[in-house]
T-cell receptor, first 114, second 111 residues
Framework: AQSVTQLDSQVPVFEEAPVELRCNYS??????LFWYVQYPNQGLQLLLK??????LVKGINGFEAEFNKSQTSFHLRKPSVHISDTAEYFC????????????FGTGTRLLVSP | NAGVTQTPKFQVLKTGQSMTLQCAQD?????MYWYRQDPGMGLRLIYY???????DKGEVPNGYNVSRLNKREFSLRLESAAPSQTSVYFC??????????FGNGTRLTVT
C-alpha cells in the first residue's frame, strides 16, 4: 500500500521569501506524484505532477518540485512567495494503473504574511 | 465550462436521516471519485467508479453507497447519517492518467 507523509502541518513565511513544503512517500511499486493546492472554500487544483522523465517538474504559479527516488521525496518549492499563495497544499501519490486512486497526505497550510 | 458540479453546497442532517450528494461532470471523463476531507487527515477515498457501470470501495466506504447513474453523474448516499460523517465531501473526475478535477465540495454536518 502507498502512503504519503507531510511532516509540516503549517509553514509560516514572509512575503518574497523562499519556501519548501516537504513530502515523503512510501510505495513498493513505481508511482505518480502530485501536488494540489486548496484555497479557502474551494476544491483542489493541480499544481504539478510527476509521471516520468525529468525529475524536476515545473508547475503553475511559479512552483516546482523535485522527485528524488532514493529519498522517496517530492518536495515543493517556490523561490519567492506572494500573499496570494496562502492556502493548503496536498501531496498525493498513485500507482500507474491507468486511473488514479490518489492517496493524499494530511496537508500543509502555507501562511504568507507581509 | 462547468467542470465538476456538486450539489448541495451545504447540508445539515439529524442522526439517522438519509440524503444523497449529487455530482456531475461535463468533461466526458471515464472515472469518478468521492473523497471526504477531515481536519488533519487529508482526503480519503470513499468510493470510485473507473468507468460507467462499475463502482468499487475506497479506503473508507462504511456507511455510504454510490450510484454511477451514467457517464456524467456519480451520486453518494448516506442511508442513516451519523455524527462521524460530518465532513466536507469532494467529487472528482479523471480520464486515463490525467489529473483529477475536483468539485467545490459539499459541507455536511450531522447533529
Amino acid at each position: 500500500a502507498q502512503s504519503v507523509t507531510q511532516l509540516d502541518s503549517q509553514v509560516p513565511v514572509f512575503e518574497e521569501a523562499p519556501v519548501e513544503l516537504r513530502c515523503n512517500y512510501s510505495s513498493s511499486v513505481s508511482v505518480y506524484l502530485f501536488w494540489y493546492v486548496q484555497y479557502p472554500n474551494q476544491g483542489l487544483q493541480l499544481l504539478l505532477k510527476y509521471l516520468s522523465g525529468s525529475t524536476l517538474v515545473k508547475g503553475i504559479n511559479g512552483f516546482e518540485a523535485e522527485f528524488n527516488k532514493s529519498q522517496t521525496s517530492f518536495h515543493l518549492r517556490k523561490p519567492s512567495v506572494h500573499i496570494s499563495d496562502t492556502a493548503e497544499y496536498f501531496c498525493a501519490v498513485s500507482d500507474p494503473t491507468g486511473f488514479q486512486k490518489l492517496v493524499f497526505g494530511t496537508g500543509t497550510r502555507l501562511l504568507v504574511s507581509p | 465550462n462547468a467542470g465538476v458540479t456538486q450539489t448541495p453546497k451545504f447540508q445539515v442532517l439529524k442522526t439517522g436521516q438519509s440524503m444523497t450528494l449529487q455530482c456531475a461532470q461535463d468533461m466526458n471523463h471515464n472515472s469518478m471519485y468521492w473523497y471526504r476531507q477531515d481536519p488533519g487527515m487529508g482526503l480519503r477515498l470513499i468510493y470510485y467508479s473507473a468507468s460507467e457501470g462499475t463502482t468499487d470501495k475506497g479506503e473508507v466506504p462504511n456507511g455510504y453507497n454510490v450510484s454511477r447513474l451514467n457517464k456524467r453523474e456519480f451520486s453518494l448516499r448516506l442511508e442513516s447519517a451519523a455524527p462521524s460523517q460530518t465532513s466536507v465531501y469532494f467529487c472528482a473526475s479523471s480520464v486515463a492518467v490525467s489529473p483529477l478535477h475536483f468539485g467545490n465540495g459539499t459541507r455536511l454536518t450531522v447533529t
